[in-house]
């Protein structure tokens, strides 16, 4: 291995570790994580999500979290991104994500000075396995599941996409929590 590859495997390592990390406060606890959005807002994640291994090399944070402390369920995936394209249909493809389920619940609002649309879906969730949704590989149906998603729309027209997807139930449990971290953007 080059000593350049190397070196810079390293200096990875350390960037990995410095952006998950979790600093304790005089009082023990852990400093809150939060996260930047193109340099310009912050967002303090929920404490109960837990820093995860990103699936796709196109997601820059990724975290799971569960409905409580020791919960065995599957736990809610939740993926964070800069990304493009029209907010109108990527909201529709969200949408053609799940079946049956209530009528998708769908809110603008406007935070930091930024617009924010809020999207909420539940059903049978078609999830895409290996890619992303225009790769064409194998698609698993996960029943009673929901969607809590979010597009950050910056006044330059950069887009944030933040979408938290699991079984309903931890959905739900998220929910309040996910607006919370939305509304307190900086």
Known sequence: MSRNLFACLLACSLLTVTVNAQAPTAEGDAKPQTIKIFDKLTLTI???WQTSKARSRIIEH???TTTEEGDKSAPAR???MA???DIDANIERWKGQFTGGEEAKVEKMTVAGETVHLVELNG???ETMGGGPFSGGKTVTRENHGMLGA???L???RKYFIKV????????AQRESFKTMLKKME
């Open 151 to 153: 597009i950050i729309e």
């Open 124 to 126: 049978s969730f078609k």
């Open 83 to 85: 990304a493009g394209g």
């Open 46 to 48: 929920p404490a109960d």
């Open 165 to 172: 997807t699991g079984p309903a139930e931890t959905i739900a």
């Open 78 to 80: 939740i993926t964070m």
């Open 62 to 64: 990724e975290f799971a």
């Open 155 to 157: 006044q330059d027209n």
